[in-house]
């Protein structure tokens, strides 16, 4: 491990899909000492969300190595690579196994990277859960002031250690600031599970053809997250491509994919119900609107935006109106609107280096154990193939060996059975529930 931050500087990356992957990939470049030669190495946990090769080109991120692994190959290659700092980009089960094995795996040595982890975006939902599955990392970063304070409560609520929440920002957040367009453009940012609904989804999208109806002298955008057959973090059902096959669509009105900065370049409205890019939007001062239509609930995610001064209805936005962010509320979500972005990782960086700079650190030591948690922990370890202990299972994957091409072949009929599952099976199961 070097002693000087102005060294080479071994970071890896374990994200479990897209998005995890952009989160993981642009916050370790974020919160690396300055001055470091980074070398990113890139590891895709095999799973249902496992990015696709497209997927990854529109994130953008380039590792100096990518590849995909299972939890157990993962555990093994970093008990004997001499990485600086691994940033676990994975939901929260995944993360506390990892925890668990990366203890078990590097047990006696007397160093070991820098542990960090934490949350893609908006963290609206089970929030006790997430946090203490994450606990037991050196830093647990939070993307916001009011995430910090909710973060130190719940780890301080149930007396387990605080000290690793670490307050920083979105790491995606950046681009040009607001400048009006020609034609003025309309974009809306899908989500792939809110809302959930064929009812909801086909609802706002009527609606956004609609808007493009009634005011044909702008350009009206949906912006998608994945195609058919690709998933990202949370499963799509019903993707808008879909249902828009049986719609006629005005001149003014497109479906795009890329890269979401590149599509917020030429954004002079983005409306949303929920996502993240809501914030990215509102970071570069684009006038931005989270819609009320299907009510203001928890379930849809858009309570969090509670008190922004952007909630607005459909039928507001197709008589004009222009939503105005509230100062306070924005400077409280890490969007750094006033400037301050790029001293939002300053102290994450200098956290890091002193760990970086440690004689020794400390065995990592989650909040969930045999003893604290002997009805829980011992599923999520499993589902990983590992044990109570964070030992590999009997019959766990062999490390650094490559599958054979005829179980690849498994491999990826088995992920598009359940893809083609998910997307077309269930829903039609659904809808024979109903009748």
């Avoid at 096959?245 to 994919?257: I, S």
């Avoid at 009510?295 to 939503?323: I, K, M, T, Y």
């Avoid at 893809?419 to 269930?426: E, K, M, S």
Wanted: glycine residues 8%.
């Amino acid at each position: 491990m070097p002693a000087s931050t102005t060294k080479s500087l071994r970071v890896a990356v374990l994200a479990d899909s897209d998005t995890r992957w952009k989160w993981g990939s642009l916050t370790a470049n974020r919160i690396s000492p300055s001055e470091s030669d980074i070398r990113l190495d890139g590891f895709l946990l095999r799973g249902r969300a496992t990015p696709t090769a497209r997927q990854l080109e529109e994130v953008g991120v380039r590792a100096d190595s990518l590849r995909e692994v299972t939890a157990v190959e993962f555990l093994r290659h970093m008990a004997k690579e001499p990485y600086d700092v691994l940033v676990l980009a994975l939901v929260g089960g995944a993360v506390q196994a990892m925890l668990h094995g990366l203890a078990r795996a590097w047990d006696g040595r007397a160093e070991r990277p820098v542990v960090v982890t934490g949350y893609v975006g908006v963290v609206y939902e089970k929030l006790a859960d997430g946090l203490l599955l994450r606990h037991g990392a050196d830093l647990v970063l939070a993307n916001s002031r009011q995430d910090a304070d909710r973060f130190r409560a719940v780890y301080e609520g149930v007396g387990a250690d605080a000290s690793a929440v670490t307050e920083v920002a979105l790491p995606f957040l950046g681009g040009a600031a607001y400048a009006k367009n020609d034609p003025y453009t309309v974009v809306f940012a899908a989500q792939p599970s809110v809302p959930e609904s064929r009812k909801d989804r086909t609802y706002l999208l009527n609606r956004l053809i609609q808007h493009a109806t009634l005011h044909p002298d702008r350009e009206v955008l949906l912006k998608l997250r994945s195609k058919p057959g690709e998933h990202t973090t949370h499963i799509e059902e019903l993707p808008y491509q879909k249902l828009a096959q049986k719609t006629d669509l005005p001149a003014n009105f497109r479906l795009v994919y890329g890269h979401m900065g590149e599509v917020l370049d030429r954004t002079d409205l983005l409306v949303t119900i929920s996502s993240t890019a809501a914030l990215e939007s509102l970071h570069r001062r684009i006038p931005t609107v989270v819609l009320s239509d299907l009510g203001v609930r928890e379930a849809l995610g858009n309570h969090h935006f509670v008190g922004s001064g952007c909630l607005a209805s459909w039928d507001q936005l197709d008589d004009g109106h222009q939503p105005v962010a509230d100062s306070q509320w924005v400077a409280r979500q890490g969007v750094a609107a006033d400037g301050s972005y790029e001293t939002a990782f300053d102290v994450a960086r200098f956290r890091i280096t002193e760990l970086l700079e440690a004689a020794e650190l400390p065995p990592l030591a989650p909040y969930y154990t045999p003893v604290t948690a002997p009805g829980y922990l011992p599923g999520i370890l499993a589902r990983h193939h590992l044990g109570p202990d964070g030992s590999p299972l009997p019959g766990a994957p062999a490390a650094d060996k490559e599958p054979s091409p005829v179980r690849q072949i498994v491999r990826r009929a088995a992920r598009g059975a359940y893809r083609h599952g998910v997307q077309r099976v269930a829903p039609v199961i659904r809808r024979m529930g109903e009748l």
